[in-house]
C-alpha cells in the first residue's frame, strides 16, 4: 500500500461521516421547518378580529330600512338596547328577521288569529314569542347576572294601521312581553 491511497478503515470512516453531518444537517432543517411562526400567526388574529368587530358593529340590534320597511322619523336620541326585534313590513311581521306571519293589505288574515277577524291574538307571532321568552327564561336561569326583563323592540313602517300595531303589542304582552320600545329613525323635527 502506498501512503496516498487510504485504507478501506479510512473510507468507511469518511463515509460515516459524511452520513452523520447529512442526517444532523436533515434533523436541523426539520426543526426549522416545524417552528411556529409566530408573527403570521398574529397578524391573521388580527386580521380576522378586525373583520369581526367591523361587521358585529357597536349596536346590539341592527335595523335597515327598505321598501317594504320606512321608519317614522324622529328627533329624540336615545339608544338601542338589546331585545327581541318585532318588525311590521308592508307585506309580513317578523321576530328578530325570521318572517311568522303574511300581510294582505296591511291586516293578517284571520285565519291566522284566535278568534277571527275581530280577534286581537295572532297564532304564528304569539308561538315565536313564547318561544323567544322560553329560550330567553332558560339563559336568564343560566345566568346570575340576566334576567328576563320583558323588553320588545317595536319596528314598523310609517303606514302601518294602529289595529295592526295593537294586534301586535296585545300578542306580545300575551306572551309575557310587558315594556315595548317602539324604534324610529333619527332626523324628525318641526317641520316649517
Avoid at 328627533?75 to 307585506?91: C, M, N, Q, T, Y
Wanted: aromatic share 6%.
Amino acid at each position: 500500500m502506498s501512503p496516498q491511497t487510504p485504507s478501506a478503515n479510512d473510507i468507511d470512516a469518511l463515509w460515516a461521516a459524511k452520513r452523520r453531518a447529512k442526517k444532523a444537517k436533515r434533523r436541523q432543517r426539520e426543526s426549522e421547518k416545524s417552528k411556529l411562526l409566530i408573527n403570521s400567526l398574529m397578524d391573521a388574529f388580527t386580521i380576522i378580529l378586525c373583520f369581526l368587530l367591523k361587521s358585529f358593529g357597536s349596536d346590539p340590534v341592527q335595523i335597515r330600512e327598505s321598501d317594504e320597511l320606512k321608519l317614522a322619523r324622529s328627533s329624540s336620541e336615545s339608544p338601542l338596547v338589546d331585545a327581541v326585534v318585532i318588525g311590521i313590513s308592508k307585506r309580513s311581521i317578523q321576530v328578530d328577521d325570521v318572517k311568522v306571519a303574511d300581510l294582505r293589505n296591511g291586516a293578517v288574515d284571520e285565519s291566522m288569529k284566535r278568534d277571527g277577524q275581530e280577534g286581537l291574538l295572532i297564532n304564528p307571532l304569539y308561538d315565536k314569542l313564547k318561544e323567544k321568552v322560553q329560550h330567553l327564561k332558560m339563559i336568564a336561569a343560566r345566568s346570575a347576572q340576566q334576567q328576563f326583563k320583558g323588553l320588545a323592540l317595536v319596528v314598523a313602517d310609517k303606514e302601518t294601521t294602529y289595529r295592526l300595531v295593537t294586534e301586535v303589542l296585545y300578542t306580545a304582552g300575551q306572551a309575557e312581553f310587558e315594556k315595548f320600545k317602539f324604534v324610529a329613525a333619527e332626523g324628525g323635527g318641526p317641520k316649517k
